[in-house]
């Protein structure tokens, strides 16, 4: 598995944007409003995951992060929460599938639920100034790329020499024990 780009991911928010632009204008007279764009956050939040799991070099649960994520979708879809609860539902998600699959510390994890909320900030500013389901979905998902800066996790260096450390110290003690063990027989 390939790991994620910068490039990459503003191709995928290029193609998001276009995605949803193009679906909300095609769908806009069969549907209402508020079901579009529920439509759109669902289809583009299921998407986006699906690249993500696609990017993980982890294999292991991914059969059941799509199902956790369709039941959740399936309830949502039920229950009719407000819209801003809706997108919060699918936010906590993408969160969640990264701190899963691409960091290993909680600082890491945390950093990347500030830049989900800061994301959702600025996609929200894009809406209100310009009014554009392309730009606001483009701003949402170009902050969303920059995730790839986030580190994965705390490089321990030290514990890491000090361990080769212990294991050559060990492996000269069981050296020495076998020699002499050999001289005496």
């Known amino acids: 598995m390939k790991t994620s780009t910068l490039f990459e991911g503003i191709i995928v928010a290029l193609v998001g944007s276009f995605v949803g632009s193009v679906l909300y204008f095609a769908l806009s007279s069969l549907f209402s409003d508020s079901f579009l764009i529920r439509l759109l956050i669902s289809g583009l939040s299921f998407g986006y995951i699906v690249y993500l799991l696609s990017r993980s070099k982890e294999r292991i649960g991914r059969i059941t992060v799509i199902t956790v ?4 979708v399936i309830a949502l879809w039920l229950i009719w929460p407000p819209v801003t ?7 906590v998600a993408i969160w969640l599938v990264r701190s899963l699959y691409f960091y290993s510390s909680l600082f890491s994890s945390l950093a990347d639920l500030a830049l989900n909320g800061f994301s959702v900030a600025i996609a929200f500013w894009a809406a209100s100034h310009t009014g554009s389901l392309f730009l606001t979905i483009w701003c949402f998902f170009l902050t969303q790329a920059l995730f790839i800066l986030i580190p994965t996790g705390i490089k321990k260096t030290t514990s890491t020499i000090s361990n080769e450390d212990d294991f050559q110290h060990a492996y000269r003690a069981a050296e020495t024990a076998v020699r002499k063990l050999s001289t005496n027989q």
């Open 69 to 72: 994520w369709s039941v959740m």
């Open 85 to 91: 609860l809706f997108i919060l539902m699918h936010l």
